[in-house]
């Protein structure tokens, strides 16, 4: 086992669920995810933390959900730290570096999006530009609300992924 594995399995209850919660908002996620520890190895907790996502009902979902601030806004009214904060700016970095053009798409057509689901769009956006992101939320407008709740799983689990390593890696 890792240091790093050790120092998450050590923490008290509480404090480890803190952590998690930089990682993936919902509370019923970051419980399953204290309550299993420890893990064998790095890859069986990103493997744990995947599948956890997958297993959340769609409130759960969008506890983890109100943490994501709209693409191109720079924090959530429920960032729960300054570590979350700082990841999702990172994250959204290709869309501080769009020009003023793709900014207002976005903002506009983040609303439009809220306004057809009822939640924020959510896309991992580590590593795609304002340009990339704006393209897929106007594709995703097409989706059904079933095949939506899919791929915004799919794409919290991917964050959620990116944030454990980069928790991880923290220590």
């Known amino acids: 086992m890792s240091s790093r594995l050790e120092w998450l399995g050590s ?3 509480e404090e ?11 509370r019923t996620w970051a419980r399953r995810m204290v309550a299993n520890r420890p893990y064998a190895d790095e890859s069986s907790l990103i493997a744990a933390a995947l599948t956890g996502v997958t297993e959340l009902s769609w409130i759960d979902v969008e506890e983890a959900l109100s943490a994501h601030p709209r693409i191109g806004e720079r924090t959530a009214a429920a960032h729960r730290s300054e570590r979350e904060a700082k990841w999702s700016a990172d994250e959204q970095s ?3 570096a769009a020009d003023d053009q793709v900014k207002a798409d976005l903002a506009s057509w983040n609303v439009t999006y809220e306004e057809h689901f009822g939640h924020v769009f959510l896309i991992r956006a580590a590593g795609r530009s ?3 992101m704006l393209s ?3 594709r995703r407008l097409g989706n059904s609300v079933a095949d939506e709740q899919l791929t915004v799983r799919r794409e919290l689990a991917d964050i959620t992924g990116l944030r454990i390593r980069k928790l991880l890696e923290d220590k």
């Open 16 to 26: 480890a669920e803190t952590h998690l919660l930089t990682c993936n908002a919902s």
């Open 11 to 13: 923490l008290p209850l």
């Open 136 to 138: 897929e939320l106007q």
């Open 94 to 96: 290709g869309a501080s």
């Open 130 to 132: 304002a340009t990339e």
